[in-house]
C-alpha cells in the first residue's frame, strides 16, 4: 500500500531527528499548503504557487515574520528533503510579514534570585541550570545522565537547535545538587525496570543500531516525568522528560509569588545569562559559543540590552 505523502514527511523527520514539535509544525504549515491550493499534489505547484502562500500568510492572515518563516522552512523541507526538488534556485519573492525590532527583557541578578527561591524541587534546579548555563527549555529538558560529566565539570549540548552541539561549564553552586538528582533518577529507573517498563526515547538511528540502550541508565533523562507515558511516535510505554506546560506555570507561580510585573518566560533566564556574562566583561565570541548561535549578529542583541540599560543612568532634566 502507498504511503501518503504526510505520512512520508513524518517518516522523514523522525529519521532526520527532528524533535515532535517540529514534526507537528511542518506537518501542519504543509497540510495547510496543500488545503490552500485546493489539495493538489505538492510537485505540480511551484514558485508562483509558493509566493502565493507565504503572502496570503502575511497579508491576509497578518502572522509574525516568525511564523512566515517557519511555513516557509516548513515547504523548504518538503521540496528539498521529500521530493527531491531543490527549490533555492527560484527565488522566491513574496510579501514578507513586517519586521519589528524587539530587545528582549531582561531580568537583574536579584530577579532571578528571587524567582529561584519561590520554586521548589526539581524545577528549582531546572531553573537554575536554565540560568546558569543560558539553556533553552529544550535543551535542559532534554539533558540525560551520560551528558553531565562531574569529572571535567562540563555539560554536553547535544543536537542543539541548528543541530549545534557544544560544551559548557557546569555551575559550581548546582553540582551537588545535580550528583542528587542522578542518582534519584538512577533509583526510579531501577524502579521502572522492575514494573515492565525503563526505556527512555533515543535518537532513531542509534536505537536501530543499538536496540536495548534505550533501557541503559546512562540514557535516562536528568528530569523526568513523574509518571509512565505513551509516546506519540512509537505507541511504547515510557517515562518522558518533563513537559513544557509543567515547567512554564512553576515558573509562572514563582514569578507572581516574587512579584515581578515583567513578562517571564523560560527563555528569558537565557536572556539574562547572556547579558549577565556581557556586564561582567566576557567577550561577545566567547556568549556567542556559549550560546550555540551560528553568527555574532544574532548575540549582539545583547550589547544592545546592556546599552539601553546604560542609557537608565542618565540623569533626567527633571531630577536636576
Known amino acids: ?8 514527511v513524518r517518516d522523514k523527520i523522525r529519521f532526520k531527528h527532528y524533535s515532535i514539535s517540529t514534526e507537528k509544525t511542518y506537518v501542519f504549515w504543509i497540510k ?28 491576509t492572515k497578518k502572522v509574525s515574520p516568525t511564523t512566515q518563516n517557519q511555513a516557509f522552512s516548513a515547504l523548504l523541507f518538503l521540496y528539498r528533503e521529500v521530493l527531491d526538488i531543490e527549490i533555492s534556485t527560484w527565488n522566491v519573492q ?28 526539581i524545577y528549582q534546579l531546572m531553573v537554575k541550570l536554565m540560568y546558569g548555563c543560558g539553556l533553552r527549555m529544550s535543551e535542559v529538558q532534554n539533558i540525560r545522565i551520560k551528558d553531565i560529566d562531574f569529572g571535567f565539570d562540563k555539560i554536553y549540548v547535544w543536537d542543539g537547535k541548528s543541530l549545534k552541539d557544544r560544551t559548557l561549564p557546569l555551575p559550581m553552586k548546582i553540582k551537588d545538587e545535580l550528583k542528587i538528582q542522578v542518582e534519584k533518577v538512577r533509583e526510579l529507573h531501577q524502579k521502572d525496570l522492575k514494573d515492565g517498563y525503563g526505556s527512555v526515547y533515543i535518537p532513531y538511528a ?9 533501557f541503559e541508565t546512562k540514557w ?43 513578562r517571564v518566560t523560560s527563555h528569558i533566564f537565557r536572556h539574562s545569562y547572556a547579558t549577565h556574562l556581557l556586564q ?34 542618565l540623569i533626567s532634566p527633571l531630577d536636576f
Not at 1 to 8: E, G, N, S, T, Y
Not at 206 to 214: G, L, S, V, Y
Open 280 to 313: 561582567a566583561g566576557i567577550d561577545l565570541r566567547s556568549i556567542q559559543e556559549l550560546l550555540g548561535h551560528k553568527s555574532v549578529e544574532t548575540t549582539m542583541i545583547y550589547t544592545h540590552v546592556v546599552s539601553e540599560m546604560n542609557k537608565a543612568k
Open 94 to 121: 513574496a510579501l514578507r510579514a513586517q519586521q519589528r525590532k524587539h530587545i528582549p527583557v531582561v531580568l537583574t541578578k536579584d530577579e532571578v534570585q528571587n524567582i529561584i527561591l519561590n520554586m521548589n524541587g
Open 1 to 8: 500500500m502507498k504511503k501518503k505523502l504526510l505520512d512520508i
Open 206 to 214: 542509534f536505537e536501530r543500531k543499538f536496540p536495548k540502550a534505550k
Open 32 to 59: 495547510h499548503y496543500i488545503f490552500y491550493h485546493q489539495k493538489q499534489h505538492p510537485v505540480n505547484l511551484g514558485k508562483k504557487e509558493i509566493e502565493d502562500f507565504l503572502t496570503f500568510l502575511a497579508v
Open 220 to 262: 535516562q533523562y536528568i528530569f523526568p516525568m513523574n509518571t509512565i507515558a505513551t509516546d506519540p511516535r512509537s505507541g511504547e510505554r515510557r517515562r518522558h522528560h518533563i513537559l513544557d506546560a509543567t515547567l512554564s506555570r512553576n515558573i509562572k507561580q514563582a514569578v507572581t509569588k516574587s512579584n515581578i510585573d515583567k
